[in-house]
Protein backbone atom coordinates (compact mmCIF):
# COMPACT_ATOMS: atom_id res chain seq x y z
CA UNK A 1 0.00 0.00 0.00
CA UNK A 2 2.70 2.18 1.09
CA UNK A 3 4.84 1.72 -2.53
CA UNK A 4 1.34 2.01 -4.47
CA UNK A 5 0.01 4.94 -3.14
CA UNK A 6 2.97 6.86 -2.51
CA UNK A 7 2.98 7.21 0.97
CA UNK A 8 5.50 9.96 2.63
CA UNK A 9 4.04 9.62 5.97
CA UNK A 10 2.74 7.61 8.78
CA UNK A 11 0.71 8.93 11.33
CA UNK A 12 0.85 6.90 14.23
CA UNK A 13 -2.12 6.91 17.22
CA UNK A 14 -3.16 4.26 19.62
CA UNK A 15 -0.02 3.06 19.12
CA UNK A 16 2.61 1.85 22.06
CA UNK A 17 5.71 3.75 20.66
CA UNK A 18 7.82 0.97 20.51
CA UNK A 19 5.55 -1.11 18.44
CA UNK A 20 7.49 -3.59 16.43
CA UNK A 21 5.52 -2.57 13.38
CA UNK A 22 6.86 0.49 13.12
CA UNK A 23 10.49 -0.78 13.39
CA UNK A 24 9.55 -3.04 10.95
CA UNK A 25 8.75 -0.14 8.18
CA UNK A 26 11.54 1.51 9.34
CA UNK A 27 13.85 -1.25 7.73
CA UNK A 28 12.01 -1.98 5.10
CA UNK A 29 11.45 1.73 3.94
CA UNK A 30 13.86 3.44 5.68
CA UNK A 31 12.63 6.99 3.59
CA UNK A 32 9.45 6.75 5.43
CA UNK A 33 8.67 9.59 7.60
CA UNK A 34 6.70 8.36 11.11
CA UNK A 35 4.92 11.05 13.48
CA UNK A 36 3.13 9.84 16.27
CA UNK A 37 0.32 11.27 18.50
CA UNK A 38 0.56 11.57 21.95
CA UNK A 39 -2.85 11.53 23.94
CA UNK A 40 -1.92 9.75 27.14
CA UNK A 41 -2.56 10.55 30.71
CA UNK A 42 -0.18 10.90 33.13
CA UNK A 43 0.54 10.11 36.66
CA UNK A 44 1.68 13.11 39.35
CA UNK A 45 5.82 11.45 38.47
CA UNK A 46 5.26 9.29 34.97
CA UNK A 47 9.45 8.86 35.58
CA UNK A 48 10.52 9.09 39.12
CA UNK A 49 14.25 9.62 39.11
CA UNK A 50 15.52 6.16 40.01
CA UNK A 51 13.85 5.55 36.36
CA UNK A 52 17.17 8.02 34.67
CA UNK A 53 17.75 4.57 32.42
CA UNK A 54 13.61 4.37 31.18
CA UNK A 55 13.87 7.97 30.99
CA UNK A 56 16.92 7.68 28.47
CA UNK A 57 15.54 5.18 26.49
CA UNK A 58 12.47 6.51 26.20
CA UNK A 59 13.82 9.37 24.60
CA UNK A 60 15.83 7.87 22.34
CA UNK A 61 12.79 6.10 20.91
CA UNK A 62 11.01 9.08 20.95
CA UNK A 63 13.68 10.40 18.37
CA UNK A 64 12.77 7.72 15.94
CA UNK A 65 9.41 9.99 14.84
CA UNK A 66 10.29 12.58 12.97
CA UNK A 67 6.97 14.77 15.02
CA UNK A 68 5.10 14.70 17.90
CA UNK A 69 1.49 15.85 17.72
CA UNK A 70 0.60 16.89 21.16
CA UNK A 71 -3.16 17.33 21.51
CA UNK A 72 -2.21 19.72 24.39
CA UNK A 73 0.30 22.23 26.02
CA UNK A 74 0.12 20.05 28.73
CA UNK A 75 1.63 16.70 26.99
CA UNK A 76 3.64 19.15 25.10
CA UNK A 77 5.14 20.62 28.32
CA UNK A 78 5.52 16.88 29.74
CA UNK A 79 7.90 15.97 26.28
CA UNK A 80 9.89 19.32 26.90
CA UNK A 81 11.19 17.95 30.14
CA UNK A 82 12.54 15.50 28.32
CA UNK A 83 14.49 16.88 25.74
CA UNK A 84 11.95 16.60 22.84
CA UNK A 85 11.21 20.12 22.06
CA UNK A 86 12.24 20.45 18.62
CA UNK A 87 10.26 17.36 17.18
CA UNK A 88 6.75 18.88 19.24
CA UNK A 89 3.70 20.30 17.24
CA UNK A 90 0.40 20.84 19.28
CA UNK A 91 -2.67 19.94 17.45
CA UNK A 92 -5.57 19.66 19.60
CA UNK A 93 -8.38 17.56 19.80
CA UNK A 94 -11.73 17.75 17.20
CA UNK A 95 -14.76 16.81 17.04
CA UNK A 96 -17.71 16.13 15.34
CA UNK A 97 -19.97 18.85 16.29
CA UNK A 98 -22.99 18.12 14.36
CA UNK A 99 -23.34 14.61 15.75
CA UNK A 100 -22.32 16.73 19.40
CA UNK A 101 -24.60 19.19 19.75
CA UNK A 102 -28.05 19.72 21.88
CA UNK A 103 -31.03 18.37 20.80
CA UNK A 104 -34.02 19.32 23.21
CA UNK A 105 -36.51 15.98 21.64
CA UNK A 106 -33.18 14.20 22.82
CA UNK A 107 -32.77 15.16 25.89
CA UNK A 108 -36.56 14.79 26.69
CA UNK A 109 -36.37 11.43 25.12
CA UNK A 110 -34.07 9.98 27.28
CA UNK A 111 -35.05 11.99 30.08
CA UNK A 112 -38.26 10.17 30.07
CA UNK A 113 -36.44 6.73 29.71
CA UNK A 114 -34.54 7.13 32.71
CA UNK A 115 -37.48 8.59 35.07
CA UNK A 116 -35.18 12.12 35.28
CA UNK A 117 -37.84 14.54 33.90
CA UNK A 118 -37.73 17.01 37.10
CA UNK A 119 -33.97 15.99 38.35
CA UNK A 120 -30.72 17.56 38.04
CA UNK A 121 -28.85 15.11 35.76
CA UNK A 122 -24.90 14.91 36.47
CA UNK A 123 -23.52 12.79 33.63
CA UNK A 124 -19.78 10.74 34.01
CA UNK A 125 -18.64 8.89 30.97
CA UNK A 126 -15.67 7.25 31.87
CA UNK A 127 -13.59 3.98 31.56
CA UNK A 128 -14.52 3.29 34.78
CA UNK A 129 -10.91 2.86 36.85
CA UNK A 130 -9.68 4.88 40.07
CA UNK A 131 -8.31 7.16 38.11
CA UNK A 132 -11.06 8.58 36.63
CA UNK A 133 -12.52 9.79 40.02
CA UNK A 134 -15.67 8.14 40.04
CA UNK A 135 -15.51 8.04 43.72
CA UNK A 136 -14.99 11.77 44.10
CA UNK A 137 -18.65 12.40 42.11
CA UNK A 138 -20.20 9.57 44.33
CA UNK A 139 -18.81 10.93 47.72
CA UNK A 140 -20.20 14.77 46.78
CA UNK A 141 -23.73 13.34 46.29
CA UNK A 142 -24.76 13.61 49.72
CA UNK A 143 -24.10 17.41 50.23
CA UNK A 144 -26.56 17.92 47.48
CA UNK A 145 -30.18 18.14 47.17
CA UNK A 146 -31.69 14.67 46.29
CA UNK A 147 -32.51 15.79 42.77
CA UNK A 148 -29.74 15.83 41.72
CA UNK A 149 -28.92 12.79 39.98
CA UNK A 150 -25.08 10.91 38.58
CA UNK A 151 -25.84 9.12 35.74
CA UNK A 152 -22.71 7.01 35.05
CA UNK A 153 -21.48 6.04 31.68
CA UNK A 154 -19.26 3.24 31.07
CA UNK A 155 -17.92 0.19 32.62
CA UNK A 156 -14.32 -0.99 34.10
CA UNK A 157 -12.38 -2.46 36.62
CA UNK A 158 -13.81 -0.02 39.56
CA UNK A 159 -17.51 -0.49 38.65
CA UNK A 160 -18.23 -2.97 41.41
CA UNK A 161 -16.43 -0.94 43.84
CA UNK A 162 -18.43 2.60 43.26
CA UNK A 163 -21.65 0.34 43.10
CA UNK A 164 -20.76 -0.84 46.61
CA UNK A 165 -19.75 2.96 47.82
CA UNK A 166 -22.97 3.58 46.52
CA UNK A 167 -24.84 1.29 48.21
CA UNK A 168 -22.70 2.47 51.85
CA UNK A 169 -23.66 5.66 50.95
CA UNK A 170 -27.12 5.32 50.66
CA UNK A 171 -27.58 6.80 47.25
CA UNK A 172 -29.66 4.14 45.49
CA UNK A 173 -31.95 6.15 44.39
CA UNK A 174 -29.44 8.74 43.10
CA UNK A 175 -26.91 6.71 41.26
CA UNK A 176 -27.39 5.53 37.96
CA UNK A 177 -24.79 2.97 36.18
CA UNK A 178 -25.67 2.40 33.02
CA UNK A 179 -22.95 0.94 31.12
CA UNK A 180 -21.21 1.31 27.92
CA UNK A 181 -22.82 2.95 25.21
CA UNK A 182 -22.67 3.32 21.88
CA UNK A 183 -24.28 7.13 21.43
CA UNK A 184 -22.62 8.58 24.63
CA UNK A 185 -24.28 12.05 22.79
CA UNK A 186 -27.49 11.22 24.26
CA UNK A 187 -26.85 11.18 27.49
CA UNK A 188 -24.58 14.36 27.37
CA UNK A 189 -27.55 16.21 25.16
CA UNK A 190 -30.06 15.49 28.62
CA UNK A 191 -27.69 16.16 31.07
CA UNK A 192 -27.57 19.03 32.70
CA UNK A 193 -23.65 18.97 33.97
CA UNK A 194 -21.32 16.90 33.01
CA UNK A 195 -18.36 15.85 35.84
CA UNK A 196 -14.74 14.83 35.15
CA UNK A 197 -13.13 14.31 38.25
CA UNK A 198 -9.91 12.78 37.15
CA UNK A 199 -7.06 11.64 40.01
CA UNK A 200 -4.37 11.60 37.39
CA UNK A 201 -3.08 14.25 34.67
CA UNK A 202 -5.83 13.65 31.84
CA UNK A 203 -3.89 14.70 27.91
CA UNK A 204 -6.93 16.45 27.60
CA UNK A 205 -10.29 15.07 28.37
CA UNK A 206 -12.31 14.25 24.85
CA UNK A 207 -15.19 13.95 27.03
CA UNK A 208 -15.58 17.31 28.11
CA UNK A 209 -15.37 18.76 24.23
CA UNK A 210 -18.21 16.79 23.44
CA UNK A 211 -19.79 17.66 26.55
CA UNK A 212 -18.95 21.56 25.94
CA UNK A 213 -20.62 20.77 21.85
CA UNK A 214 -23.73 19.57 23.49
CA UNK A 215 -24.20 22.46 24.79
CA UNK A 216 -23.76 20.88 28.71
CA UNK A 217 -21.22 22.95 31.77
CA UNK A 218 -18.91 20.56 32.40
CA UNK A 219 -17.43 20.60 36.23
CA UNK A 220 -13.87 19.15 36.14
CA UNK A 221 -10.82 18.74 38.19
CA UNK A 222 -8.15 21.29 37.70
CA UNK A 223 -5.27 18.77 35.65
CA UNK A 224 -3.28 17.83 33.27
CA UNK A 225 -4.95 19.38 29.71
CA UNK A 226 -8.13 20.30 31.41
CA UNK A 227 -7.56 23.72 31.81
CA UNK A 228 -7.00 24.21 28.13
CA UNK A 229 -10.38 22.99 27.58
CA UNK A 230 -13.23 24.00 30.20
CA UNK A 231 -12.54 27.92 30.55
CA UNK A 232 -13.47 28.50 34.18
CA UNK A 233 -16.58 30.60 35.54
CA UNK A 234 -17.52 30.46 31.84
CA UNK A 235 -18.09 26.86 30.02
CA UNK A 236 -17.97 25.42 33.67
CA UNK A 237 -15.43 25.15 36.52
CA UNK A 238 -12.38 23.86 37.94
CA UNK A 239 -12.29 22.39 41.33
CA UNK A 240 -8.79 20.36 43.10
CA UNK A 241 -8.58 16.68 42.37
CA UNK A 242 -9.96 14.46 44.77
CA UNK A 243 -11.89 17.50 46.67
CA UNK A 244 -15.43 16.50 46.80
CA UNK A 245 -16.80 19.28 48.45
CA UNK A 246 -15.45 21.66 45.75
CA UNK A 247 -17.53 19.70 43.19
CA UNK A 248 -20.32 19.43 45.49
CA UNK A 249 -20.37 23.57 46.12
CA UNK A 250 -19.68 24.01 41.48
CA UNK A 251 -22.59 21.33 41.22
CA UNK A 252 -24.81 23.65 43.29
CA UNK A 253 -23.79 26.89 42.38
CA UNK A 254 -25.26 25.74 38.71
CA UNK A 255 -28.59 24.17 40.30
CA UNK A 256 -29.25 27.78 42.30
CA UNK A 257 -28.98 29.32 39.20
CA UNK A 258 -30.61 28.06 36.00
CA UNK A 259 -30.09 31.76 33.85
CA UNK A 260 -26.12 30.77 34.86
CA UNK A 261 -26.29 27.32 33.73
CA UNK A 262 -28.43 28.21 30.52
CA UNK A 263 -25.82 30.94 30.07
CA UNK A 264 -22.71 28.41 30.29
CA UNK A 265 -24.41 26.00 28.40
CA UNK A 266 -24.21 28.33 25.08
CA UNK A 267 -21.06 29.60 25.72
CA UNK A 268 -20.00 26.16 25.98
CA UNK A 269 -21.12 25.15 22.26
CA UNK A 270 -19.78 28.11 21.25
CA UNK A 271 -16.38 27.18 22.34
CA UNK A 272 -16.35 23.74 21.72
CA UNK A 273 -17.19 24.57 17.42
CA UNK A 274 -15.07 27.58 17.41
CA UNK A 275 -12.12 25.87 18.66
CA UNK A 276 -12.61 22.09 18.58
CA UNK A 277 -15.20 21.12 15.03
CA UNK A 278 -13.18 19.69 12.06
CA UNK A 279 -13.71 22.72 10.29
CA UNK A 280 -11.09 24.39 12.37
CA UNK A 281 -8.43 22.13 13.48
CA UNK A 282 -8.21 19.65 9.93
CA UNK A 283 -6.33 22.59 8.19
CA UNK A 284 -3.68 22.45 11.18
CA UNK A 285 -2.91 18.67 10.15
CA UNK A 286 -2.92 19.45 6.62
CA UNK A 287 -0.61 22.19 7.14
CA UNK A 288 1.48 19.81 9.11
CA UNK A 289 1.92 17.48 6.53
CA UNK A 290 2.43 19.65 4.21
CA UNK A 291 5.14 21.18 5.59
Known amino acids: MIDEHAIEIVHWSFYHPLNAYVWALTVARPLLTHYLTDHRSRYGDPLPRRSLVRRALKRAFLRRYRRIVCVSE????SLRSEGLAE?????????????????PAVREQVRGQLLAE?????????HL???????VLLRALPGLPPQVQAWIVGDGPDTSRLQRLAEELGLAKQVRFLGNQSEVQRYMQAADC????????????????EALACGVPVVASRVGGIPEIVVHGRTGFLFEPGRADELAAAVRGLLEEPEKLAEMGRAARGVAVERHSAERRIPEYLDLYRR
Open 118 to 126: SQFGLLLVA
Open 87 to 103: RLTICAHFINTDRFRPD
Open 129 to 135: IPEKGGE
Open 194 to 209: LVCPSLWLEAAGLVNI
Open 74 to 77: FIAD
